[in-house]
Structures are given as structure tokens and as C-alpha cells.
């Protein structure tokens, strides 16, 4: 048995997890039940109903799945008002042909199979939202962002990046040698309403294949996005590179993206197999990753390798 994760708040969902693995649980347990020790922290800025919010001041949240086993995966996107968002996305990944689903569609499906509603989609950031915009929005009218272009939305945009965009991720193995990826997030703070990153896709964010292993991401979702980080990952397993040099090079990949368009994106990435785990992250110095192996007293925090 094996788990892993990222952050320091991985610790806490990998003990999680770890706990569900120890009493016999399957590896889909112990991922849904780490990720939610996450979403429902009110401490945690950037992952569940109480993360950053978009734009408008409300909550959107994206979380996703994956069953190495059936190669089954289902994410939720830019869906408001669920508390656990990794628990509906493994009820869609079980009980529905689906594999994403986003907004409204979300909502309705959560409440048809009775998934945990909170009864508000603004955040306790939400103010910190709203202020943030007035002073983007100040800018304009000082001359200092001018019309709706390109260069524009991108100063935008690197504001985001630079404020929040930490997911809580976590990998499973059972007892069974079944693998389990999954992944959960508020997005960047002060995101465009309906914006969707990296944790709600399948091969971007999160992918497991008992053949090979699996990989979680976190950081600025666009990149893993362009460049499916995760299923990358994965099919470097499947060539018998070991996780950490798989890890360095998807970001060595990323790497090369930021440096041609000037942003210092940020992108960590965790990858496993049934042995062990390697991490890699760029732009990011204090970019940890979490282990457990069987036979550990307890779980691990250690500085991943940072490319820059």
C-alpha cells in the first residue's frame, strides 16, 4: 500500500488516507476521504467552499477521480454550492457513463443523488474578491489597463496566478494493488466566472493506470492543461522511467512554455507507482510533496526538486 500527496495540508489528507488503507478500505476510499479532510478545512484557502472565490465573489470549485483499475475517471467543473466536491465526482465516476461534468449540470446531478449542500456560494475571501476588482478596475479608469485586449486580460491574469492556485491531490494504493489519483480545488483566486483548471481534467490534472502508476498536479492549471501533465506522466511510466525522472520531465516541458511566453507560471507534480514516488515542481522553491509506504510509522513532508 501506498499514498501520496502535496502542500503541507497533504499531510493531514494523507493521513487520511492512510487510516481508510490500514482499516481495509479500497483505494477510491481513501483518495475521496483524504481530498475531503481538505475541502471541508476552513483554515485552507485554495481547496472547498471556503476557498478563494471568482471574480464575482462566489465559490466555483473543480475536483476529479480516477480508478487505475477500470481506467473509469469523472470530473466536476465550476460547480457551486457542493460541499464535497470529490465525493460527487466519484458518485458520477460510479454511477453515471460521464467523465465531466460542469456548472448547473453539476448542481443538479448533485442534488438528484443527495451529495452534502452548503447553503451559500460566497466565501469569507469574498470581500477580498470584491476588492481586488475595484482596484483592477481603478487601474482602468487611471489609463493604466486600457480597452478589453489581449495584453490586457493577461496582466489580469498574471495577477491571478500570483495569488492562490494550491489543489489538494492524492494517490492511492490498496491492498489489492489497485491505484487511484484524484484531485479537488477553488480554482485561482479571483478567477473569470466559469473558468475550469486542471483538476477537473483527465490527464491534465490527475491520471492512474494500474499498469504504470499514476500523477497528480497542482499549480496554475493552464499549463497542465496544454501540455496533459498527467497522462504524460503516465506514459513515461509505461517506458520504465523512474517517478522522479518523469517527474522532472513534464516540468522541464512546462518549463519551456513559461520561459517563451514570460510568465513565471507555477506547476508541481507528484508521481507514483506501486514502489515509490518522485515530485518535481517549477518556479516554486518551497514546493512539497507527502509519502506513506507500507510499513511507515507515519506519513513523510520533503522539498521536491525545483526547476527554474
Known amino acids: 500500500m501506498l499514498v501520496a500527496s502535496y502542500h503541507d495540508f497533504g499531510v493531514k489528507a494523507a493521513r487520511k488516507a492512510v487510516e481508510v488503507l490500514l482499516k481495509g478500505g479500497s483505494a477510491l476510499d481513501a483518495v475521496e476521504m483524504g481530498i475531503r479532510e481538505i475541502e471541508g478545512d476552513p483554515n485552507v484557502r485554495s481547496v472547498g467552499l471556503n476557498g478563494y472565490p471568482n471574480w464575482l465573489g462566489e465559490v466555483e470549485l473543480d475536483a476529479g477521480i480516477m480508478d487505475g483499475k477500470t481506467l473509469k475517471a469523472c470530473g466536476v467543473a465550476a460547480v457551486k454550492y457542493v460541499k464535497y466536491p470529490i465525493t460527487l465526482a466519484r458518485r458520477l465516476l460510479e454511477e453515471s457513463p460521464h467523465v465531466l461534468i460542469v456548472g448547473e449540470g453539476a448542481l443538479k446531478l448533485a442534488k438528484a443523488l443527495g451529495v452534502e449542500l452548503a ?26 489597463l486600457t480597452g478589453y485586449r489581449k495584453e490586457v486580460y493577461m496582466k489580469i491574469y498574471r495577477l491571478m496566478t500570483k495569488v492562490s492556485h494550491e489543489t489538494i491531490g492524492v494517490i492511492a494504493v490498496d491492498s489489492w494493488n489497485n491505484i487511484v489519483a484524484g484531485t479537488s ?5 479571483f ?4 473558468r475550469v483548471g486542471d483538476s477537473a481534467v483527465v490527464g491534465a490534472g490527475f491520471y492512474a493506470d494500474n499498469k504504470y502508476g499514476a500523477a497528480i498536479c497542482t499549480g496554475v492549471g493552464e499549463v497542465a492543461l496544454r501540455t496533459l501533465a498527467a497522462f504524460h506522466a503516465v506514459r513515461l ?13 513534464v516540468i522541464e516541458r512546462a518549463l519551456a512554455i513559461a520561459e517563451q511566453e514570460g510568465i513565471e ?43 527554474t
Do not use: C
Not at 469569507?124 to 482602468?140: D, P
Not at 480545488?185 to 483566486?189: D, E, H, K, V
Not at 478567477?191 to 466559469?194: A, D, E
Open 191 to 194: 478567477k473569470v466566472p466559469g
Open 185 to 189: 480545488t477553488s480554482g485561482l483566486a
Open 237 to 249: 511510466l509505461a517506458e520504465n522511467y523512474t517517478p522522479q525522472e518523469v517527474a522532472e520531465i
Open 119 to 144: 447553503s451559500t456560494t460566497s466565501s469569507k475571501h469574498s470581500q477580498e474578491a470584491k476588492a481586488k476588482k475595484e482596484e483592477l478596475l481603478r487601474a482602468i479608469e487611471k489609463g493604466e
Open 265 to 307: 507560471y507555477r506547476l508541481g507534480i507528484v508521481v507514483a507507482n506501486r514502489f515509490s514516488v518522485g515530485a518535481a515542481s517549477m518556479n516554486w522553491r518551497d514546493f512539497k510533496y507527502v509519502y506513506w509506504k507500507e510499513g511507515m510509522k507515519e506519513v513523510t513532508i520533503s522539498p521536491a526538486k525545483t526547476l
